[in-house]
């Protein structure tokens, strides 16, 4: 089993850029396939992106796409998401997820919330206008 810990949110002007990380515990991060999603109240969770066990590989939402980098060091058990040029319609909880899935390859990833084993317990990220 895997703990997740989310942290860096807070509050930021539009325009601003914002580090969030996911800390693992348990087992070694290296192990899993991870993602990132946000949710706002009344709206479902929204794929904000994911990254490869080896960190090679990444994909976003479209939301984000061009404003968003996710990498992670293993050696740190940790996984970060940078994101840039916010907008206050990135107000929202960001989560970490951790996919166990042992069959995906190394260079795999996954955009599915339904794919994700584990979750943090989110990080609040307020975006001023």
């Known amino acids: 089993q895997v703990q997740l810990v989310e942290s860096g949110g807070g509050l930021v002007q539009a325009g601003g850029s914002l580090r969030l990380s996911c800390a693992a515990s348990?087992?070694?991060?290296?192990?899993?396939?991870m993602g990132w999603f946000r949710q706002v109240p009344g709206k479902e969770r929204e794929f904000v992106g994911t990254?490869?066990?080896?960190?090679?590989?990444?994909s976003y939402g479209d939301s984000v796409q061009g404003r968003a980098t996710i990498s992670r060091d293993n050696a740190k058990n940790t996984m970060y998401l940078q994101m840039n040029s916010l907008k206050p319609e990135d107000t929202a909880v960001y989560y970490c997820?951790?996919?166990?899935?042992?069959?995906?390859?190394?260079?795999?990833?996954?955009?599915?919330?339904?794919?994700?084993?584990?979750w943090g317990q989110g990080t609040q990220v307020t975006v001023s206008s």
């Open positions: 997820a951790a996919d166990t899935a042992t069959y995906k390859g190394t260079y795999s990833y996954t955009t599915e919330r339904s794919g994700y084993d584990y």
């Open positions: 990254i490869s066990r080896s960190g090679g590989r990444t």
């Open positions: 348990g087992r070694a991060l290296s192990n899993y396939i």
